[in-house]
Each structure stands twice: as structure tokens, then as C-alpha cells.
């Protein structure tokens, strides 16, 4: 018997706006990748660090971030169909080049699409807590899949995380602590503040 697979997520496309559903149709050629291995020199037109941000939400600090560092490429993987429409939205309002999307789940895209040690950085920012205990083995960030990054990362490449759940974070750092291959560069046991890298405030 096949064991049921675990996800981490609850698929919840919900309502579109006329403008998501547009986006989502008309610009994910252009901006979306496909179900395939990531080249990143033909996606991009370039070689530059790349970024990937897991679990993008609406995407509006996801654009902003990548808005302010043309000089690197910038891919958001997001299972939430109107906020990859909305995110494709700004993207192909604004022309941006430097920032592509893939529509569908992280861990079938980290091991079927990317290369191994491929990524600069990867950053996942306020996962679904999950907060009822029953439902811990559904958070994403467990040993199984921290090493799954790791695979994936460049030789001193990043992993940023970040949680406004207490709990959460203690189990952040229990899982990273005990990972192969990490080291936390604030020091064993010390928390990061808050990222430069989200330039404007979300709602968490």
C-alpha cells in the first residue's frame, strides 16, 4: 500500500477578480514557467544569483523585493491561484524581467524542475503555521524538506526563513539546528530581526 503523501498546504483557488483571471490566462506564458527543468540562463536571458521565494501569497513584497534588485533573477512558487494571478499582474504591468512564477506545489518543483545547487537563495516567509498539534506534520518546514533545500542551494547559499508564530519559530530552529549541511550565521540558537529584504509591511 502507497503511504498518503503529506502536503503542507490546503488548495484553496477561492474567487478570482476579472483582473487575476486575466493575468492568470494571458501572462503565464510570458512570466510563468513550465513543468520543466529550470534553465536559468534562457529564462532569464542571463546569468545572475537567483532567488526563490516559496509561498509567495498576493506577491506584493515578492515584486517589491524584486523591483529593487534588478541585478538579480527572482522566481516565486505559489499554489494560490489569485495571487499568482495577481503577482503576474504587477509583473506585466511594470515589465518586469527579472521575476518569473510557477503555478503548483514546491516540493514537486525543487525535485523535478530545479537543479541541484542551482540557488543563491531561498526564502519562505510566514509558512501556514499549522498551530494545532495534530497538524504539525503538515508544516512545511520539516527535515526531510530542509535537506531537499539544501540539495538545491549554491555552496554558501542562503535559506531565510521567517514566522510570526512563537511555536513555529522554536520548530524552525529545532529542524534547522539539527540539519546537515546549515549554519546559522546569527549564531546556534539566536533568531535573525526582521529582513531588509521585505521593504514594505504585510499583514503579518
Avoid at 516540493?107 to 530545479?114: D, G, K
Avoid at 509558512?127 to 531537499?148: G, M, N, S, T, Y
Wanted: proline share 6%; net charge positive; hydrophobic share 40%.
Amino acid at each position: 500500500m502507497i503511504p498518503r503523501k503529506v502536503r503542507s498546504f490546503v488548495r484553496r483557488d477561492g474567487r478570482m477578480t476579472a483582473a487575476q483571471e486575466y493575468a492568470f490566462t494571458h501572462h503565464m506564458t510570458l512570466y510563468g514557467l513550465p513543468k520543466a527543468s529550470f534553465q536559468f540562463e534562457e529564462i532569464f536571458s542571463r546569468a545572475a544569483p537567483t532567488i526563490v521565494e516559496i509561498g509567495f501569497g498576493n506577491g506584493v513584497s515578492l515584486f517589491e523585493i524584486a523591483k529593487m534588485d534588478p541585478a538579480s533573477n527572482f522566481i516565486g512558487i505559489e499554489t494560490h491561484k489569485p495571487g499568482v494571478g495577481q503577482l503576474l499582474q504587477h509583473i506585466a504591468r511594470d515589465e518586469l524581467t527579472n521575476l518569473r512564477v510557477y503555478y503548483g506545489d514546491a516540493v514537486e518543483a525543487l525535485q523535478e524542475c530545479v537543479p541541484n545547487q542551482s540557488i543563491d537563495t531561498f526564502q519562505i516567509f510566514f509558512p501556514d503555521p499549522w498551530p494545532k498539534r495534530r497538524h504539525h506534520k503538515r508544516r512545511l518546514i520539516q527535515p526531510e524538506f530542509v535537506a531537499l533545500l539544501c540539495s538545491k542551494l549554491k555552496p554558501n547559499g542562503t535559506l531565510h526563513l521567517a514566522t510570526d508564530w512563537q511555536d513555529y519559530a522554536e520548530h524552525m530552529m529545532k529542524v534547522l539546528t539539527a540539519a546537515s549541511g546549515f549554519s546559522n550565521e546569527y549564531g546556534v540558537g539566536e533568531y535573525a530581526a526582521r529582513s531588509t529584504q521585505r521593504p514594505i509591511l504585510t499583514k503579518f
